[in-house]
């Protein structure tokens, strides 16, 4: 089980459109059931970060971050998404 | 009992999503044709919202801060869009306001990398964490549509450009 903390400026907006990109992307390559993901404000995601495996946000990658980071932007505007999406794979599968 | 309140929380979320009529209003729709500032388009915006109680008189400062550490300007396919927002303890009820530039005006982009010319102002008021997951799914999908985007920036009245970003979350 992957945890997967998602993180914007209000921990709402731009994370719940990227949450239900994502969760579709793990579901259709056969992630489902396999991780769990968390929305919050970016200011929270270095305090949270020791305890997930790996964090997608719409800012910049926040000051002492405990885990890997994954600019999650391209899942807002649609465009050039695949990198980030193998990206991801990679962290499912560490 | 906890499933049937769920249940029924759900249907009231799914009623309340699709309504997109009720969330888009004509007042909530510019079209500037001058050059102007940054300042003063969401000033406008953020004022039409205040003169129909739809936001607290503390969103305009909070969603000004939020700009400026949050940049919200994305490119999506070559239209410049930025969708200033913040949190929901400033809003009162749940709507959308859309500005149309005519001439673009630069936005920080969100991620903080760069700057983005911006030709459309989506402005969120969100009231309620949680209840629209839909209304910002359907958002973002359809800014994604060249053709939607197209219909947008050529619109020629309020009426037309509400319609269309009404057909646009309700085609998304």
């Known amino acids: 089980m992957k945890n997967i903390l998602l993180a914007c400026g209000s921990g709402i907006v731009t994370s719940t459109a990227v949450n239900l990109k994502v969760s579709k992307i ?69 | 009992m906890e499933f049937t309140t769920l249940y029924k929380e759900r249907k009231r979320c799914e009623m309340n999503d699709f309504d997109y009529k009720n969330i888009v209003d004509e007042w909530g729709v510019f079209i500037f044709k001058d050059t102007l500032s940054k300042e003063d388009v969401l000033h406008e915006m953020v004022n039409a919202f205040q003169n129909h109680n739809i936001v607290k008189e503390t969103f305009e400062k909070a969603l000004y801060t939020r700009e400026e550490v949050f940049p919200t300007g994305l490119d999506f396919n070559g239209t410049g869009i930025a969708i200033p927002h913040t949190d929901s303890e400033h809003v009162l009820e749940t709507k959308i306001g ?26 969120l008021a969100i009231a309620d964490k949680g209840q629209h997951m839909t209304l910002l ?5 359809g800014l994604q549509d060249l053709d939607c985007i197209e219909d947008l920036l050529s619109g020629n009245s309020q009426e037309e450009i509400r319609d269309s970003f009404i057909a646009m979350l309700e085609k998304a």
Do not use: H, W
């Open chain 1, 26 to 94: 793990l579901d259709d390559a056969g992630y489902k059931g396999k991780y769990k993901i968390t929305q919050c404000k970016i200011q929270e995601a270095t305090g949270k970060s020791p305890s997930y495996d790996f964090l997608i946000a719409t800012t910049m990658k926040p000051e002492g971050l405990k885990c890997p980071y994954v600019n999650g932007i391209c899942f807002l505007t649609g465009m050039n998404t695949q990198p980030t999406i193998d990206e991801i794979f990679k962290l499912m599968e560490e």
């Open chain 2, 98 to 123: 859309i500005g149309v530039l005519k001439e673009p005006i630069n936005f920080k982009a969100m991620g903080g990398e760069g700057e983005v010319s911006v030709r459309i102002v989506v402005m």
């Open chain 2, 137 to 141: 799914k359907d958002l973002m999908t």
